[in-house]
T-cell receptor
Framework: DGGITQSPKYLFRKEGQNVTLSCEQNLNHDAMYWYRQDPGQGLRLIYYSQIVNDFQKGDIAEGYSVSREKKESFPLTVTSAQKNPTAFYLC??????????FGEGSRLTVL | GIQVEQSPPDLILQEGANSTLRCNFS?????LQWFHQNPWGQLINLFY???GTKQNGRLSATTVATERYSLLYISSSQTTDSGVYFC????????????FGPGTSLSVIP
């Protein structure tokens, strides 16, 4: 089935450790996105990529890094510089006509 | 950049009631989507509606792009409609940058 797969679903890490969240899509979409959601809040854009080997900062990029080496993959690294990394992270890809589709999310808890 | 507002922030309905959720945006948009986030956090596409009106069962949506707002109508609400409803827009001058409104939290009680 076509879709967006995020892994892991749940992740616990100690403070000061870098963490990489995986996002894979087999929808053949060019554009991919990472959002962060805090409890009771909306989605805030971290990074997005319109094409392989290119990506743009969103509204809250500080403390995060991404890569886009393959069309299907857009991993997000939460670095130790991110001051409040505990959150729900959502990955999406976008059809050329404009519709956004989401994965099931990854919940990161930093202890 | 473009600003997105949603109202009301919270809504409690009796099962069977109707409701209207609103999304206002501060600038022209290339596209607009409505999503429903269920209690498990999954985001479900409801409508892709940069302009005009669409209907899908008990739900319908209207976007008036020239007046910079969109409405989501829920008729004969059911408990399974509970969750948070978001609108998301791509500003006309922010190609591919999609941002979300703060959401409307809906609780439908039996």
């Amino acid at each position: 089935d076509g879709g967006i797969t995020q892994s892991p679903k749940y992740l616990f890490r100690k403070e000061g450790q870098n963490v990489t969240l995986s996002c894979e899509q087999n929808l053949n979409h060019d554009a991919m996105y990472w959002y962060r959601q805090d409890p009771g809040q909306g989605l805030r854009l971290i990074y997005y990529s319109q094409i392989v080997n290119d990506f743009q900062k969103g509204d809250i990029a500080e403390g995060y890094s991404v890569s886009r080496e393959k069309k299907e993959s857009f991993p997000l690294t939460v670095t130790s510089a991110q001051k409040n990394p505990t959150a729900f992270y959502l990955c999406a890809s976008r059809r050329v006509t404009g519709e956004l589709f989401f994965g099931e999310g990854s919940r990161l808890t930093v202890l | 950049g473009i600003q997105v507002e949603q109202s009301p922030p919270d809504l409690i309905l009796q099962e069977g009631a109707n409701s209207t959720l609103r999304c206002n945006f501060s600038d022209s948009v290339n596209n607009l989507q409505w999503f429903h986030q269920n209690p498990w956090g999954q985001l479900i596409n409801l409508f892709y509606i940069p302009s005009g009106t669409k209907q899908n069962g008990r739900l319908s949506a209207t976007t008036v792009a020239t007046e910079r707002y969109s409405l989501l109508y829920i008729s004969s609400s059911q408990t399974t409609d509970s969750g948070v409803y978001f609108c998301a827009v791509e500003g006309e001058t922010s190609y591919d940058k999609v941002i979300f409104g703060p959401g409307t939290s809906l609780s439908v009680i039996p």
